[in-house]
């Protein structure tokens, strides 16, 4: 039992969580709250380009951020505008009108 335990908590601590938490202070990268072991369980991994499956051992893609600036800094990068193809463009806007031509067809009932 006692080597199971040891064995799970190396595989977690093979994860990149683990990792960038030896890494790194445990203070949040935007408020700069402090962390311990009492409440490091609201210390989260950010990925700085968003990619999650890109996690370099130097941690140069990562950031301690807390849970509400983790989930501030994803909002902020869903409500982004972005074009097709990943620019920061905004996309054309819709040129159908639905409705163009409900005045004649309202009309041809009188």
Not at 14 to 25: C, N
Not at 40 to 45: F, I, Q
Request: glycine content about 6%.
């Amino acid at each position: 039992m006692v080597a199971d335990a040891r064995r799970a908590r190396e595989e977690r601590e093979q994860g990149y969580r683990a990792q960038a938490l030896k890494l790194f202070p445990w203070i949040c990268g935007r408020c700069a709250r402090e962390f311990d072991h009492g409440n490091v369980h609201e210390l989260t991994v950010h990925h700085k380009d968003h990619n999650h499956d890109r996690n370099p051992p130097d941690g140069s893609n990562w950031e301690l951020l807390c849970l509400y600036c983790h989930d501030n800094e994803h909002q902020r990068y869903l409500d982004q505008p972005r074009a097709p193809g990943g620019s920061a463009e905004r996309p054309a806007g819709a040129t159908h009108t639905p409705f163009a031509d409900l005045a004649a067809l309202l009309k041809r009932d009188d």
